[in-house]
Every structure is written in C-alpha cells, then in structure tokens.
C-alpha cells in the first residue's frame, strides 16, 4: 500500500481548512494552498482557534493539537504544494472545469506514485481523472461540513481507481478519526476507459 507522509490541500476555503485540520491532527505533515494570502492567514487563525476549542472541550489534549499546529505549512502556487506531497485533495468549488483543470496541473507537477483525490460533491470522479495520466491514482474522498467536526468521509471508486489508492485513502480517512463509507462511482454512459 501507498505510505502517506505529506498530504497537500488543494484551496483554503472552509472545506479546505477543514481537511487540512484533520489531517495534521492525524499525524500526516500538512501543506495547505492557496493562491490567496489572506485565505492563507485566515486559514491559519480559524485552524488554531478550532484546535483550542477541542482542548477546552476535552476532544484534543494540548499537546495534540500543538504538535497538529505544528505539521502545517502553507504555499502559494500548486506547484510548491504538490511536488512534495504522497495525497493531493482538491477542495475548489464545485465547478467541473476548474476541477479539471487542477487536476492537469497535479498531474504535471506532483510525483508519479502521488494519489489525486477531488472532495466533488456531485461530479464525476472518473470524468475528473480522464484529464491525467493515473487514473488508477485518482480517487474522491467526499467530506462534510464542518470537517474538523464532521465524523464521516466518502470516498468514491472511480472506474479506473485501483485497490492501492483506495486502500491508501481509507488509511488516512482514518487516521483523520472518520467513518469511512465507500462508494463505487457508477456511470449510466460509461466513458471510455482514460488513454493518457
């Protein structure tokens, strides 16, 4: 199975912040992008304030979230994110094009065994991995709001996802302390299989 060590997050929004929360917390070395500096610096503040906020609740002890803190690192392009990361998640708006998109540029820039995951809601994962050329590495992992509180994940088989990826993602969903259901994309007109 794939080893995760560095997982990168793809969009600082409030999905984004969210995963990259959870998997600093789960141990994985964490490099939140955005092209925005201030979605950066607001991703930063809301990510320590909802760390201190589980100290006080008793769901995190103190030393928990200090090291979690720790393993986060922020960049500005894509590029600086993905060449260093094992697990890439997209978390942009809902918009096929621009998901697509991103996934030509993580394809280019990230390392050939690196695994692509896209949070699309309602999109297909499949038609999104048509665009790279590791299709069997491209998988969704569908996460809910608020995600640094949320308990549940879905990840989405595409048709072209293998068990290495799936199984890799699974890991690390639970690692994220998530109840992982998995999903089997199901298309009514299926498209060919990827050729790049």
């Known amino acids: 199975m794939t080893e995760i060590r560095t997982v990168a997050v793809i969009g600082a929004g409030i999905t984004g912040r ?7 917390l789960g141990g994985y070395r964490t490099i939140l992008e955005d092209m925005l500096p201030n979605a950066l610096r607001k991703a930063e503040t809301e990510i320590r304030a909802n760390l201190d906020q589980a100290v006080e609740l008793g769901k995190v002890n103190s030393a928990d979230a200090n090291a979690a ?12 994110a993905a060449r260093q990361a094992d697990l890439v998640i997209e978390a942009v708006p809902q918009e096929m094009e ?14 050939p065994g690196t695994i692509l995951a896209s949070n699309a809601s309602s999109l297909s994962i499949t038609e999104i991995a048509s665009v790279t050329y590791r299709a ?7 996460f809910f709001n608020p995600v640094h509180e949320g308990s549940r994940i879905e990840i989405v088989r595409a048709l072209e996802t293998d068990d290495d990826t799936l199984a890799a993602v699974v890991e690390v969903a639970r690692r994220m302390a998530k109840e992982v259901v998995v999903i089997k994309e199901e298309l009514a007109s299926s498209p060919a299989p990827s050729t790049r």
């Not at 969210?18 to 600093?24: L, P, Q, R, S, T």
């Not at 803190?69 to 600086?80: P, T, W």
């Not at 069997?136 to 569908?142: I, L, N, T």
């Open 69 to 80: 803190f720790a393993r986060l690192e922020y960049a500005g392009s894509i590029d600086e």
């Open 136 to 142: 069997r590495k491209c998988v969704g992992m569908r």
């Open 18 to 24: 969210g995963i990259a929360h959870a998997a600093a």
């Open 98 to 111: 621009s998901k697509m998109e991103i996934f030509i540029m993580l394809d280019k820039f990230s390392r």
